[in-house]
């Protein structure tokens, strides 16, 4: 399940189309694509904001709702708190399980980061090596589908750290606005069934996420992601639909401004 709740947090994909074809982007076009990633990507540190995240049934019958404050101006156990959960108080386990998810951001940040003090300004920050699994857009490579005079639909690959993630099996569209050079939709659809460590098989999956500016003197925030999956685990059929959406936006001052944080590529996976 954690695959699903990837495609939740990350904000991909929704109801993709076949199109006629594709070209490969132009250099000012690849220059678009990546700035226009970047643009959307580089700031998210600084905002704090309540997120609701409802499952359904394929049915549409809800099986759970969740309300979480999240705060990245705040020590690490406490950048996450739940607020309802399944239109409940949480309970002094599931405060504990959010205080964890908390730390293990921090301890996911602190891996690409440096003390402030560790490195002279002339000299570059020392590299620290990957961990766990990632997936994120070849940002090098884009494809246009369509251009619709204000906006361009690319067609992006991905990449995968390990051999282990099927990334071909996966079709992302990213919509970019050319005078504002931001992303304004992502998405991403399963092309065809896999299976994961052998004891789950994902049959079906597609997610869509919208980026909006929430406060003009700075970058999109993504604001809603919705999608549906269909898999089967040990050889019982599981779906389901979910929708994210994120509100009360606040701009913070991030608790890890003392770290020197290198910013990679937007991920778009995180197993």
Partial sequence: ??????????????????????????????????????????????????????????????????????????????QYTPLKIEGKPPTEKQLKKYRERGEKRGERLARTAEPADATAPDQPAASKPERGKKVTLDLDNPRVLKDEGDRLVYEAALKANSKDIPVDKFEVRVVVGKAARQVEHISLRLRESFRVKLVAKVKAGEASADFAVVDPKYGPVMTSATGSFGASLLFVPVSGIFTNTRTEWERVKPYNDRLKVKLGPLEVLDF
């Fill in 1 to 78: 399940m954690r695959l699903f709740i990837s495609l939740i947090l990350l904000g991909l994909a929704a109801g993709l189309r076949a199109e006629d074809g594709s070209r490969p982007a132009t250099p000012d076009e690849v220059v678009l694509f990546k700035e226009a990633v970047k643009n959307t990507t580089q700031d998210t540190e600084h905002w704090a904001y309540t997120e609701t995240t409802i499952m359904k049934s394929s049915k549409g019958k809800v099986r759970e709702e969740t309300v979480v404050r999240f705060d990245p101006s705040r020590p690490w156990p406490e």
